[in-house]
């Protein structure tokens, strides 16, 4: 015998409520897990179109916009300015973001070079030789 033609349509019982039970087709759709590769496609469609939104505004701010910056005159066309000050204070904001990963990554590696040291707490587990080692005073540094 084959399998039922409805086997991908689930009839549920009730319908949450005191009242009887009536029944819906319901489509029952297989578990798709996201894979990365489609989760980079949907952020390389997305970043395309913050893409073209950044041409349009600087393709209609093209007004001429005199730039002073520590004694240097450039005259840029608007659009290309406020982008570049959008740019430049991005960079502004991550540099302290950056500066504090490092220090957490140097805090976990110094923790767990420690903790590696560290025989873990309970009886001690005897030696290649057979006979168990005390454990070692732990020093502060």
């Known amino acids: 015998m084959s399998a039922p033609r409805n086997s991908h349509v689930r009839f549920p019982l009730t319908n949450g409520h005191d009242g009887p039970a009536t029944t819906r087709l319901t489509p029952l759709r297989p578990a798709v897990k996201r894979s990365r590769i489609g989760d980079l496609w949907i952020a390389a469609v997305v970043f395309a179109i913050v893409l073209l939104l950044l ?23 608007l659009g290309a300015a406020l982008l570049l000050a959008a740019v430049v204070g991005v960079l502004l904001v991550a540099l302290p973001g950056t500066a504090r990963i490092a220090q957490l990554r140097m805090r976990a590696r110094r923790s767990a070079t420690r903790s590696a040291g560290r025989p873990a707490p309970g009886p001690t587990a005897p030696s290649a030789t057979g006979v168990a080692r005390a454990p070692r005073p732990h020093r502060k540094g």
Do not use: D
Not at 58 to 72: I, K, M, P, S
């Open 55 to 77: 041409l349009i505004f600087v393709l209609q701010n093209g007004q001429r916009a005199e730039v002073t910056f520590l004694g240097a005159h450039v005259a840029l066309p």
